[in-house]
């Protein structure tokens, strides 16, 4: 069974910066488009980022374009939120998700897209 383990979380005063990363077991990590969702306390999870299976292709929800970017290695099977400019308002517990697609040029862009996460990591912006 695929197991994804989500790295990198941690306390961050505002404005600073974070790299969380999510390594996927297997050997069919380049079959899965990958993504990162969030959920805050008292609010319903989130999707953040998505990417395609060769990362060529990718989409960040408005809450976090031009501060957030996905990337992906897929020699590495891992997946990366690079998170820049933080605001206490990403505090959230961060979920790195994946779906098996045959699409190489599909994009997911909801939470329902995604079929599979991880056990998260917390992030926490302080003002």
């Known amino acids: 069974q695929v197991q994804l383990v989500e790295s990198g979380g941690g306390l961050v005063q505002s404005g600073g910066s974070l790299r969380l990363s999510c390594a996927v077991s297997?050997?069919?990590?380049?079959?899965?488009?990958m993504g990162w969702l969030r959920q805050a306390p008292g609010k319903e999870r989130e999707f953040v980022a998505g990417i395609s299976r060769s990362g060529d292709k990718t989409y960040v929800a408005d809450s976090v374009k031009g501060r957030f970017t996905i990337s992906r290695d897929n020699a590495k099977n891992t997946v990366y939120l690079q998170m820049n400019s933080l605001k206490p308002e990403d505090t959230a517990v961060y979920y790195c998700?994946?779906?098996?697609?045959?699409?190489?040029?599909?994009?997911?862009?909801?939470?329902?897209?995604?079929?599979?996460w991880g056990q998260g990591t917390q992030v926490t912006v302080s003002s």
């Open positions: 297997g050997r069919t990590f380049s079959m899965y488009a």
């Open positions: 998700a994946l779906k098996y697609i045959l699409r190489s040029d599909y994009v997911p862009a909801s939470t329902a897209d995604f079929g599979f």
